[in-house]
């Protein structure tokens, strides 16, 4: 099993700068991709970043630009740095993990609210 825990969220006025992160552990040699998801209030969870154990990245095209995905193998840690933070970027931010053999596993989520 893999345990993944998010910190780093808050309240920013726009313009501002966050910086999320997810420790994960556990089968951590299983992980193939992580990946950042978002869920504003009423809406369905989407998409926010990924990156492959190759270093290769996603972005979803709201957040292209501003929004980096990052990891530190050493801390079993993965970064999202967020930039020019919109009050549309609001909502509870999860980081997930998808395994080869086990399926997905995600953290509790972690709050980000950006007022205007």
């Known amino acids: 099993q893999v345990q993944l825990v998010e910190s780093g969220g808050g309240l920013v006025q726009a313009g501002g700068s966050l910086r999320l992160s997810c420790a994960a552990s556990g089968s951590i040699s299983n992980i193939n991709v992580m990946s950042w998801y978002r869920q504003a209030l009423g809406n369905k969870r989407e998409l926010v970043a990924s990156?492959?154990?190759?270093?290769?990245?996603n972005y979803a095209a709201p957040v292209k630009g501003r929004f980096t995905i990052s990891r530190d193998n050493a801390r079993n840690t993965v970064y999202l740095q967020m930039n020019s933070l919109k009050p549309e970027d609001t909502g509870d931010y999860y980081c997930k993990a998808n395994t080869y053999y086990e399926g997905d596993y995600w953290g509790q989520g972690t709050q980000v609210t950006v007022s205007s």
């Open positions: 990156i492959t154990i190759y270093d290769r990245t």
